[in-house]
């Protein structure tokens, strides 16, 4: 025991009472063999077997309480990992341990719970110091495979899983981890391809499907969410996959992709001043004119006096946003402030005309006329 070799002290103890069956010390012995190595029953049973013999044993006494302490702590920590209170587990985990020094299977607990919240490099310290022991404990085999599978080295991961499976055929957990890593890492680069393909519709609900399998793996999906909102087209969809992204890791990349895609969102609901005057967004001063004349003339309130008060009503407001985009866009620091996504209404945009616009173009009043031909609907533009 002085060695913290339990298992082989444990077997000298019970071969003693084994030949004594009154040998108190022998009892005490092996009931803190099995506290050691956490089977509080079988120490609890060996305490009181000294009780019996010696009432008055203060060190079966106090080991005693010892043993019941440790049930409790097991039983707490089995009802908290089944309500995934993982801090309450390796809370209890800690505590059994001050009495079971020599119990893998509380570390490992402890350990795989450690993994479920994320610290990922206690939980692997843990796992790596029983694997030094033994190397072929399918538990511990497991939980290195679970910290790399959260930390997205799923490849890696499903080796540990695979090696775990080997050793223990029947380890449920090891065989779900191990599915779950392949099929998301099958799903995502299924995504991944599409994505590349340019198949961004195919690509989303891949990345969707992915999401769904391991709620659990918040580095992973975080990935997933990143590369869902690149190839989803809406953004406000791309804004909420962002902010569960951000949410999940705050890093400055991640703040900065939420920025990006709440501004672009933002620019999404306002006009589209290029679409309006049909040009793109690196068009030339002197295209955007070119554009602005022939919106303009199209749309003017004048070449529709014939029309009905529906279509007159649609080509007023046409000229008028025709009018806005050219005014805008001509405009180098306005232009450049609405590109950026910045709110142009202290430029007065609410209030502008759109008559003077086009007259200050065609070089002022009296200077342009509508005229029809003798075939309805057929207008003439002409300079005075």
């Known amino acids: 025991m002085m060695l913290s070799r339990f298992r082989e002290a444990l077997e000298d103890s019970q071969q003693a009472v084994r030949l004594d069956d009154c040998f108190t010390k022998g009892h005490l012995r092996e009931g803190k063999c099995h506290l050691s190595l956490g089977n509080a029953m079988a120490a609890s049973r060996c305490f009181q077997k000294v009780l019996e013999l010696d009432p008055t044993n203060t060190q079966a006494l106090q080991e005693h309480k010892n043993a019941a302490a440790l049930l409790e702590f097991e039983k707490m920590a089995e009802y908290g990992f089944e309500k995934r209170d993982f801090r309450k587990v390796v809370f209890c985990m800690d505590r059994a341990l001050e009495f079971a020094s020599a119990c893998h299977k509380f570390k490992i607990l402890k350990a795989e719970c450690l993994a479920l919240l994320g610290r990922y490099h206690e939980a692997q310290s843990v796992a790596s110091d029983i694997l030094r022991m033994d190397s072929t404990n399918a538990d511990a085999l497991y939980v290195r495979g679970l910290c790399l599978y959260y930390e997205d080295c799923i490849e890696k991961a499903v080796q540990f899983f695979v090696q775990a499976l080997r050793m223990a055929p029947d380890h449920e957990k090891a065989r779900l981890a191990c599915r779950n890593a392949k099929a998301l890492k ?35 999906n975080a990935k997933l969410y990143c590369n ?41 609901k306002r006009k589209d001043y290029y679409k309006v005057l049909g040009v793109s967004k690196d068009a030339t001063e002197d295209e955007i004119k070119k554009a602005y004349r022939k919106r303009a003339l199209m ?66 009043p009296g200077n342009f006329s509508f005229e029809t031909n003798s075939a309805p609907g057929n207008f003439f533009f002409q300079f005075g």
């Open 186 to 220: 099958a799903k995502k680069e299924e995504g991944n391809n599409a994505f590349k393909d340019r198949d961004y519709d195919a690509a989303y609900q891949l990345y969707t499907e992915a999401l769904t399998i391991d709620p659990n793996n918040i580095k992973t």
């Open 228 to 268: 869902r909102a690149t190839a989803g087209a809406k953004y406000e969809e791309a804004v909420r996959d962002y902010e569960k992204v951000y949410h999940t890791e705050k890093t400055k990349e991640h703040k900065t992709l939420l920025k990006t895609a709440q501004l672009e969102l933002k620019k999404s």
């Open 299 to 364: 749309h003017h309130p004048d070449r529709h006096s014939g029309a009905s008060a529906e279509v007159q009503k649609e080509e007023e407001k046409k000229f008028k946003e025709v009018g806005e985009a050219f005014t805008v866009l001509s405009d180098p620091k306005k232009k450049s402030r609405y590109d950026s996504g910045q709110d142009l209404d202290d430029d007065g945009m609410g209030d502008f005309d759109a008559n003077n616009i086009f007259k200050a173009f065609f070089g002022g």
